[in-house]
């Protein structure tokens, strides 16, 4: 195992038991007697669906190394998971864009209902909040403040928005690019922010990581429009095809396949650049950048 692959699975570990502490999995010790069963169960069930973490692991690698003590930016780990989980609920709901499957596995409203999923993703929105506020710290402060900035209608749920609003419009490249900043890259901008604002780390290095996250962000997002196109339900985990059959404004759609794959390879290059400025964690995003790619080759 690779020394990156090694620093990864740690940091996924500490953002795993962060989790299991604040909503255990079912069967285990967290519960709240105040949560409906049926509520708790739905929160669960996504959040506990598998994913990589990548917005974790990258909140607690611009945090520190996995062998320091993270304790103050664990619970900001678990927050913008449950985060990223409730927007994939309501991502999938069929009042968006109708998904039936997410991670391998039946999407909530599948399971439970349309109106459970609804209060499931708000419940982990709300839950994610109620962590951070628990430390009255300035960074802390910060941290939540700059989450809550990227993950609302300035940020990830305006580029939903957009997402919504521009189904079977005319191609505009620079809609396109709005839509992916703010869909994708604000959280990860997000989870990158937190975890050096609660490091106590400079403006300079705040900055460098905001670009490295917003490339690392639009790469992202390209390649899984292009796997949308010409991947496989199995690999991919969710429905494939779903987006040129809902007129969505992605890039290939609007670049043309072999576009956006240099596009993907552009922002990826710029993410690269960017992680230079990173100090003791350049090399790992660096090697978490060139892993995009990788995605679609």
């Known amino acids: 195992m690779s020394d990156f692959d090694c620093r990864y699975d740690a940091y996924r570990h500490r953002a795993e038991d962060a989790l299991r502490k604040h909503l255990s999995k079912a069967g285990e010790p967290w519960q709240d007697d105040q949560i409906p069963s049926m509520l708790a169960e739905a929160m669960r069930y996504s959040l506990f669906a598998g994913g990589k973490r990548l917005r974790p692991v990258m909140l607690l690698a611009a945090f520190g190394m996995p062998e320091e003590p993270l304790n103050d930016a664990l619970p900001f780990a678990a927050a913008i998971e449950m985060i990223h989980t409730y927007s994939l609920i309501h991502d999938d709901l069929p009042a968006m864009d109708n998904d039936d499957m997410r991670r391998g596995k039946k999407t909530s409203h599948k399971i439970f209902g349309e109106g459970m999923a609804i209060l499931a993703g708000d419940a982990l929105l709300n839950r994610a909040f109620e962590l951070m506020a628990e430390s009255s710290a300035e960074r802390a402060q910060l941290a939540m403040a700059e989450i809550a900035r990227l993950a609302g209608p300035r940020g990830m749920i305006g580029g939903q928005a957009a997402d919504l609003a521009m189904e079977n419009s005319a191609p505009d490249m ?22 050096s604002i609660l490091a106590g780390k400079d403006e300079y290095a705040i900055a460098a990581a905001e670009q490295y996250a917003l490339h690392y962000g639009l790469a992202f997002q390209i390649t899984d429009d292009l796997l949308d196109i010409e991947g496989f339900q199995g690999v991919f985990g969710k429905s494939t095809g779903k987006d040129a059959k809902a007129g969505k404004m992605t890039w290939p759609a609007v670049a043309g396949v072999a576009q956006a794959r240099r596009d993907a390879e552009k922002e990826t290059a710029l993410a690269l650049e960017a992680s230079a400025a990173l100090g003791n964690s350049a090399d790992f995003f660096a090697a978490l950048a060139q892993m995009v790619l990788g995605r679609v080759k």
Do not use: E, P, W
């Open 174 to 195: 620079n809609m396109v690019r709005y839509i992916q900043r703010h869909k994708t890259s604000d959280l990860f901008i997000a989870a990158i922010k937190a975890g």
